[in-house]
């Protein structure tokens, strides 16, 4: 995903070829089977699609990649609500990512298998594609040849997704609704603050989409039952996703008591400091301490 973002500090080559990102785990029914895309990549120019499986192991699945290898363009256009730029009949070229570590062994399955899909290999200074002769013409004519030089670290951009527990979501869903609070919002709407906490959330099909807001629901519900004197989440209906209400913000407080306000918001409500054990033959500190004033007081008028 990050070959087909612009202006990032490492070489946008996707991007550059002309491709753009159309969806994110797309179903879509196969002769075989249904089959989910991780991604689907589209080349408008050209009607090219380019769905992507993306492995982080080194083994494929057979069947599913038998079900990538009898993809219908026409199936996969209608799943992802592709909008066709000219008319050209759409065609379909697989295309499998993975580790750099694992490439040889992921090569070695789909050879097996006689599905000589093109694999780009992910490492840690560089992003390699190995393009078999025999893969669309087409994507040979656009892919790289050549090794895609890293810059910089690769960015995570998906922290989160449909499949990640609602725990996940809590603390990124404060921080966003604490940053709404600093702009003084008085409310903000479940799938809006789902935009903001997952950024890919509109490449999303749409159940997906609604397991994701459903999620932040939750998570910004149990930073209302933490807080209920800043947040308040109210529904209309059960199938309204919810709305956020601010009740108060840190803000209006007088300006040598905001920073505290804020830092008050981010601590856990629910930490409690651990109470330690004290063994009952230990020595009061406090009481030595007295005993030892008093003693020094007596010798000290002695002295004297």
Not at 213 to 231: C, G, H, L, N, W
Not at 239 to 264: F, H, I, M, S
Not at 276 to 296: E, F, G
Request: hydrophobic share 40%; proline share 8%; charged share 25%.
């Amino acid at each position: 995903m990050g070959l087909l973002k612009p202006h990032d500090i490492n070489h946008a080559a996707l991007h550059e070829a002309g491709f753009v990102l159309e969806g994110l785990e797309i179903p879509v029914r196969t002769p075989k089977g249904n089959v989910v895309v991780d991604a689907l990549l589209h080349h408008p120019d050209s009607a090219l699609l380019v769905p992507v499986e993306s492995k982080s192991g080194s083994n494929i699945e057979v069947s599913q990649a038998q079900r990538y290898a009898v993809l219908d363009p026409r199936a996969l256009v209608t799943a992802s609500n592709v909008t066709m730029r000219h008319r050209i009949e759409p065609t379909v070229q697989p295309v499998y990512a993975c580790l750099e570590e694992h490439l040889h062994r992921i090569r070695q399955g789909l050879d097996a298998e006689k599905l000589f899909f093109p694999v780009i290999a992910v490492g840690g200074h560089t992003i390699g594609f190995d393009l078999p002769d025999v893969a669309s013409p087409l994507l040979l004519s656009m892919f790289p040849r050549t090794r895609v030089t890293l810059n910089g670290p690769l960015p995570r951009l998906i922290e989160l997704d449909h499949e990640s527990p609602v725990e996940a979501y809590t603390s990124p869903v404060k921080a966003e609704l604490v940053a709404a609070l600093a702009r003084r919002k008085d409310r903000v709407g479940v799938p809006h603050l789902a935009e903001d906490v997952v950024p890919y959330l509109a490449w999303y099909p749409l159940t997906t989409k609604n397991t994701i807001i459903k999620k932040v629901r939750q998570a910004a519900e149990e930073v209302a039952r933490e807080d209920p004197s800043t947040f308040e989440i109210r529904r209309t209906a059960s199938n309204d996703p919810g709305t956020v209400l601010l009740l108060k913000t840190p803000e209006d407080n007088d300006p040598r008591g905001r920073t505290q306000a804020y830092q008050a918001l981010a601590r856990d409500r629910n930490r409690r400091r651990a109470v330690q054990k004290v063994d009952p033959n230990q020595l009061d500190l406090l009481t030595v301490l007295d005993q030892v004033d008093d003693d020094s007081g007596e010798t000290g008028e002695e002295e004297l």
